[in-house]
């Protein structure tokens, strides 16, 4: 297979496997450590894939490819987790309150019959 055709293969599916699997800190770290071309901003990171050059592909691609097997360990141990979970049903007791008549001066019964109009 020519270089040309392998390298665009691999472009390839970093950019379908980035779409797929969550951004982590592992691989922004990844980014910054060797020094592979991004930009980050408060919505997330990008990597112009296009752009990079071949050790920098490299990178990313054993990243995908060992992060897929992770991500799939850490999604099933949560559901484990999940699923050892035990809840204590509380009993909730209703509180009645008292309804209280309050007392008003003259001044207050007066500003009051006012609002009510």
Same mark, same amino acid.
């Given at each position: 297979m020519d270089d040309k055709l392998l390298e665009e293969q691999i472009k390839k599916e970093i950019h379908l496997k980035l779409n797929q699997i969550e951004l982590t800190e592992d691989l922004y770290h990844l980014l910054c450590e060797n &020094? #592979? $071309?991004?930009?980050? /901003? !408060?919505?997330? @990171?990008?990597? *112009? #894939?296009?752009?990079?050059?071949?050790?920098?592909?490299?990178?990313? %691609? *054993? %990243? #995908? *490819?060992?992060?897929? *097997? &992770?991500?799939? &360990?850490? @999604?099933? /141990?949560?559901?484990?987790?999940?699923q050892n979970i035990v809840y204590e049903k509380k009993e909730v007791k209703?509180? #009645? !309150?008292?309804?209280? !008549?309050?007392?008003?001066?003259?001044? $207050? &019964? !007066?500003i009051i019959s006012f609002s009510l109009v």
């Amino acid at each position: 297979m020519d270089d040309k055709l392998l390298e665009e293969q691999i472009k390839k599916e970093i950019h379908l496997k980035l779409n797929q699997i969550e951004l982590t800190e592992d691989l922004y770290h990844l980014l910054c450590e060797n &020094d #592979i $071309q991004h930009t980050s /901003n !408060k919505n997330g @990171i990008f990597v *112009n #894939i296009s752009l990079l050059d071949e050790v920098s592909l490299m990178l990313l %691609y *054993n %990243y #995908i *490819n060992t992060s897929d *097997n &992770d991500t799939e &360990d850490k @999604i099933e /141990n949560e559901i484990t987790d999940f699923q050892n979970i035990v809840y204590e049903k509380k009993e909730v007791k209703k509180v #009645i !309150k008292k309804e209280v !008549k309050l007392k008003l001066d003259s001044l $207050q &019964d !007066k500003i009051i019959s006012f609002s009510l109009v």
